[in-house]
């Protein structure tokens, strides 16, 4: 079932994210069978959070309020539903962390083949010049060129705008991994369902 995401007060105001739900089911995956400490967060309930981290000064710590409608299953706790969350964006920085060093990877091997490829090509171009210049040779040689300065196109996109979106995203995540985080839910023993904090992480 998607969660429904809440209203929330403006983040630039409250300095702070606020997350209400039904229940707890709601913040995680109902369908990934790990156990809950492992569990992935709804793709929805990510979205919004991660959506409203990015609009907040990077130079501040997060903090995560989420508002249960129902209290918490017996075995469950504040701390333990802030460690899940810990743990899950601390996996996806893990995770980015490696798709950024796979990326900077294949942009040194792409820079290696490029170079190479476009000093065969100028050397071809050399090559084919001497003498009187002809049309066929001056296209052939420019040819040589654009060919060769083309196939420095992948590592010169690697290194200038690849890269830094996922450095990015995984600085956020990280951020997010050491976010503090209250729950607040309804007292079960006057059963008013006034928010009560289960105590910040």
């Keep these: 079932m998607q969660p429904r995401l809440p209203s929330v007060e403006s983040a630039s105001a409250t300095r702070s994210i606020e997350l209400k739900l039904r229940d707890i089911s709601q913040l995680f995956n109902s369908l990934d069978p790990s156990p809950f400490n492992e569990q992935d967060l709804d793709s929805d309930a990510e979205e919004f959070i991660v959506g409203w981290a990015r609009e907040l000064p990077a130079n501040r710590p997060l903090h995560l309020v989420v508002h249960l409608g129902r209290p918490l299953p017996p075995g469950r706790s504040g701390a333990t539903v802030a460690d899940a ?20 990877k294949q942009g040194r091997m792409s820079l290696l083949i490029g170079t190479v490829f476009l000093a065969g090509c100028l050397l071809l171009g050399r090559l084919i010049a001497p003498g009187e210049i002809s049309a066929a040779r001056s296209i052939a ?61």
């Excluded at 969350?85 to 900077?104: K, S, W």
């Excluded at 060769?148 to 690849?162: F, H, S, T």
């Design 85 to 104: 969350i810990h743990h899950y964006f601390t996996y996806r920085a893990t995770i980015t962390q490696l798709e950024l060093r796979q990326l900077l």
């Design 141 to 201: 040689r420019e040819g040589f060129t654009i060919g060769g300065w083309v196939a420095m196109w992948r590592p010169m996109e690697i290194y200038l705008y690849d890269w830094w979106p996922l450095w990015r995203r995984g600085a956020l995540q990280r951020r997010l991994g050491k976010m503090k985080i209250d729950l607040r839910q309804p007292e079960v023993s006057d059963g008013e369902g006034a928010d009560q904090p289960t105590g910040p992480k």
